[in-house]
Structures are given as C-alpha cells and as structure tokens.
Nanobody
Framework: QVQLAESGGGLVQAGGSLRLSCAAS????????QAWFRQAPGKEREFVAD????????YYADSVKGRFTISRDNAKKTVYLQMNSLKPEDTAVYYC?????????????????WGQGTQVTVSS
C-alpha cells in the first residue's frame, strides 16, 4: 500500500507562486507514475500534470501549461508541483496520485493511490 502526503498549499495572491510537495512511502517510488489532480468547489476532479517514474517525461493540462512544472526527486521519494503566475481559477484542493502502470494517465481511474489533498487558494 502506497501512502502519499501532500504539503505546501496555502493562500496566495494572483500572480504569485506556490510549490506543492507529495511525499511517498513506497520504497520502489521510482517505478511509479505520479500525477497531480485538483478539485474546485462544485466541480469534478481534474487532471493537472503527470510525470513518469524516471522523470524524463511529463504531461500537462492545457490550463496550466507554461505556468506549472511537475518534477520528482526519487532519492527523496517526493514529487513536486511548482505553480507560477497563479490565477483565482487555480483555487482548488490539489491531490497527489500514484500508479505502477506506465504511459500517460489523465483519468482518476488510472491511479490506484491518492493523498488526502492540500488546499490552494488564490485571491484576486
């Protein structure tokens, strides 16, 4: 069972930056594809970004492309989401997800393990 714990959320003004972290318990962390999803109030959870186990390949939702960067440190078993130029519409609970399957995963069903989420609020 993989356990994921997000941190780094908070309140920031529009145009500001935040970096989210997701620490994993799995010792074979580098074998897992990792992703960030988010869920805004009254909306469904949506894909934000994912990264392969090696860190060599990443994929982003169009809404965050050019502003957000996903990365990972396999030695620390941690994945990051650097969020720049934040907008009020980025306000949501951000979730970290992991799965051992390969390829790109943009659907919730493609991830077996989830964190509890961290709140990000962007004020205008």
């Amino acid at each position: 069972q993989v356990q994921l714990a997000e941190s780094g959320g908070g309140l920031v003004q529009a145009g500001g930056s935040l970096r989210l972290s997701c620490a994993a318990s799995e010792r074979t962390f580098s074998s897992y594809r990792q992703a960030w999803f988010r869920q805004a109030p009254g909306k469904e959870r949506e894909f934000v970004a994912d990264i392969r186990g090696s860190g060599a390949f990443t994929y982003y939702a169009d809404s965050v492309k050019g502003r957000f960067t996903i990365s990972r440190d396999n030695a620390k078993k941690t994945v990051y989401l650097q969020m720049n130029s934040l907008k009020p519409e980025d306000t949501a609970v951000y979730y970290c997800a992991a799965d051992v399957r390969g390829g790109i995963g943009i659907r919730e069903s493609e991830y077996a393990y989830w964190g509890q989420g961290t709140q990000v609020t962007v004020s205008s």
